[in-house]
């Protein structure tokens, strides 16, 4: 077993243990069991009648079985328990890493990675600890224990059935020796399956739109061919060693060899006929589980394969926090929030921002703008210590944010982003996230301040409807929920990432009032996409390939050759083609 | 799970799992006639009689099992391929002709695990697990003629037993299939919990409560671990009991035997029979018990497919009509999805074959939905939809594609390069003709700036290019069809001043020499359309030019206002507002 594997199972290491004994033990018992009944019948031929102590070997296999079956039971019940027990703490452990880890992690990856990690691994390590380390015990004890109690009548029949087992068994290894080579190709066939089933899906208005049936068969049709030509060739290459395999750990071969060489040791006299009919009723189980083991390992290497992934989860790097926090200073006089020197990247080699250097006074608002790609809304993410800067630092209130307690950085600092995550709950409960304990009418006032009160009471259930079954948000609507709860946080300070598209222009209008009433008195930075609606900023940072190029009023930066004179430009020839209002009134 | 496979594969696709079947059956059949034939060969050699007849018996028969099997298990993996090709090709058949509502958010997942997951599972039910399956019941139903051809007794204390065991089988599979199924279901909740604990991270770490939340996060594990304890309950019984049950009925049929020898009605050989024959029978009983789970999978999720093919699909003419000239007319039009709100009521419109149709009108409206029914990614539930004169539904399927190009409101960039998305309605197209409608989309910059030009691979879903690139992409895959009906919705919502601009030039050029149908939010785009048709509540309320519906009360006039007044709104500071 490999290292993480030892690692994950720790907690419930003596349980497990527990449990394969058990199930070892159940095992040997019940093959005993069968195998009493073989040795009887051994016994009958040989004295040639029925002795009444020879019912005691009908109650022996009885007892055994039944016994066997018990303990099969208790080792069953507690590996369950010990997954059970194992999950939750795995499952509390991935949740505690998710909730200490850099934010730009999850930029920067898939959730499909904790989706795969909290859904399909974690299926598999149940799979392993119930089921898959009690199978494969079964599979290797079986037939261990039948080739001991053939042995003790005859123990040249239990070398033959032994060898016949490990030949079956070389026989599959050989059969799947290319396969690793292969998975690859599998993985590859699997993958086009999957990337044309999304796009015939996603991608319906597109494909009925223009692809031509005509000419070409759909890119799902090609894929299955494909895989289909793949798999009947590499089928074709193993599946006459693997079908001869499989019939050599048959029964009926089983039988057919201890037959034969029964015949052949009673006519060279070195045995007894009565001696061959232990390995008769036995045999098969010494060479029959040789089917099954490719199967028990395979779930064998998925459990170990999922144990690396969720161990990969509760291994990822966290932010660090201060043992020794200190408060910020908002006084109203210094500074509220500088940015000293600050460079990041979430790639070592990409650098998203370099040496950038500012100083937010109270009660200003501060605009950052620059085209799509400039670092704006990386830098907002600094701002909110979704990462930490890789060089220089951010100061709320003259301390390192890597110096204050969390709790006391995001009751200061508040946000509205551009994605509007919202969880499972309530729309009360989304609103009231701002500030734990809120009451009901506190709720509402806020709601209402972010013009979303009336829509909510459209609501089926009104501000007990559950988000994402009674409603989904248009993503205006979102975004006014998300002020309603920043507005009832009421941090001093405001970071707002301003949407680009409206979802429509009744929204906007609404959006854009709820976003006034929320910078009134606070210190606020604000993300722009559109110039005109910060032209009024105190002060206007110019973002530029992750450089802060420029810095200062509109009517200063307006003034001078610059990105921002570009910027500006731009925007107004689209105020030009659009009419104006009075153009037509 | 056999009745679900069989209706998964149609009537022509099942053909070779019941000839696989069968076959198999042949197989379990020898087998079970190998094991009978050690009866007369331990006659024999007990009776100190030539065993040379039994023994050739025997051996032949084991012979004749042995290439069987072969042959049978190597078809087992040709079948299991051609089934999940059959498979994939029935999921592609339906997948083209389900009805475009069907497409909601999270199919892709369902159809991935599909194509993917069941169908490939499915690959296994021929190779491995119908095999056991025949053979648990053939080889059983053979094998007990030996105890009661040796001993009535013996053979009937072992069927007796057959009722009793097929109890166990049915409570069983029962209890552990609810069983399973409470475990899935619970498993899934934690998992999305948790999923969307991380998926929410941003916003609980924001307003600080990641703490907070893990505490409500544990009292879900919580109450999963406590499921699983109950679980337990239900699953450990029903696991072992089979397995048990068919192993004790062997000892009772031994038992009942030995009571048969001691009284002289059976001699020791045929009490050995019964004893090789007997263990048999046990153990096909219980490798079946085996299968249980698998066949349970695959049960539930071919169940799943067939629902996927049992939808109703659109329907397509087999004599198509070709309709004459391109003028579009919409008559008496409704639409519901739900049978109760009208998203679409009472809509009449004509769109000339040449011209710029503007649709606007609140978010909810019915905008998309009325732009969706020109290329039939949807049917009106009332009210007709007509092209030259031609009910759509009557007109066939590539003609249709090509008398209409669709800019969806969602781009969508499919696998390959960028040529091959440009040309995907018009394979083939030369250099010259792509160059000309890149031009006309504005991205001929685009285009140039990549290294590799036109032969770029978009990359999954094209995450490499912008929004507004998208569109602009789309928009060429649209011209470059030169489809007389072109449908574009929202396709400039994503793009910049300087490109917004030309877009909107391009489309009233192309409005010149065709029917085009435009969705705009942004109303100064259509402020220069022929024809502005507003929507409000699935009903067409205003129409007319700019100009016209600007001088008038109403909804139109209103939506201008809100957008002029918004683009000219500002954020003010907390310093400028005191």
Known sequence: MNESVRRILAPIRGRLIGAVAMQAVATAAQVAGLGCLALLAARVVRTDRWAHTDWGWVIAALVLLVAGTVVAGLATTVSHLADAALLRELRRRMADRLSRVRLGWFTSHDTAMVKKAVQDDTASMHHLVAHALLDITTVLIAPLAAVILIATTQWILALVMLALAVVAYLLFQRAMAGSGARMAEYGAAVGELDAATVEAVEGVDVVRAFARRDTRPSRLRRAATAFHDFFLDWVGETRFVTAVAFVLASPVTAVLLMVCCGLVLIGLDLCTPADVIPALVLGPFVSAPVNTIGTRVQSLQQGMAAAQAIEGICRLEVLPTSDSPRTPQLDGVGPVLEARGVSFGYQPDEPVLHDVSFRLMPGTLTAVVGESGA??????????????????????????????????????????FQDVVLVRETVREVIRMGRVGACDADVEKAARAANIHDRIMQLPHGYDSEVGRDVEFSGGEAQR????????????????????????????????RALSRLVENRTVVVIAHRLASVRNADQILVLDRGRLVQQGTHDQLVAREGPYRRLWSESMVSAVTTATPEDVR | MIKELLTALGRRGARPVKVLTAWLAVSAALQAATFLALIPLLQDMAGGRSIVASLVLFVALAVAWLVCTVAVQMRGFTVGADLALVLHERIDHALERLPRAWFRRGRAGEVSQLVGGTALSAMNIPAHLLRPLVNAVVTPVLLVIGPLVLDPWVGLAMLVASPLLALVVWTTDRSVNRADADRRRTMTQTAERLLEFARAQPVLRAFGHA?????????????????????????????????????????????????QLSQGHLDAPEFVAVVVIGMRIAEAVSTAAGLAAGMRMNRRDLAGLNELLAVEPQQWPDQPAVPAGNAVSLCGVGYSYDGDHQVLDGIDLDLPERGLTALVGPSGAGKSTLAHLLPRFLDPTSGTVGIGGVDVRRIGRDDLAGRVAVVPQQVYLTGGTLRDNITLGRPGASDEEIGRACGLARITDLVDGLEEGLDTPVGTRGDRFSGGEKQRIALARALITGAPIVVLDEVTSSLDAGNDRAVTETLQALARESSVLVIAHRLADVVRADQIVVLAGGRIVQRGRHEDLIGADGVYRDMWRAQTSSSGWQLRSAGASA
Not at chain 1, 394 to 413: E, F, K, N
Not at chain 2, 228 to 255: F, K, Q
């Open chain 1, 375 to 416: 670092g704006k809304s990386t830098l907002a993410s600094l701002l909110a210590r979704f990462d930490d800067p890789d060089r220089g630092a951010v100061l709320l209130g003259g301390v390192d944010l890597r110096d204050i307690d969390p709790q006391t950085l995001y009751a200061s600092i508040g946000f509205v």
């Open chain 1, 481 to 512: 929920v998300a002020i309603a709860r920043a507005l009832l946080a009421d941090a001093p300070v405001i970071v707002l990432d301003e949407a680009t598209a409206y979802a429509d222009p009744e929204s906007e209008d609404r959006v854009q």
């Open chain 2, 211 to 259: 703490d907070q939340s893990a505490t409500r996060l544990g009292a879900v594990l919580s109450q999963q671990e406590k499921a699983e304890r109950r679980l337990i309950a239900g699953t450990v019984p029903g696991v072992l009991s089979y397995d048990v049950v068919s192993r004790l009925l062997y000892v009772i049929g031994v038992a009942v035997a030995a009571v």
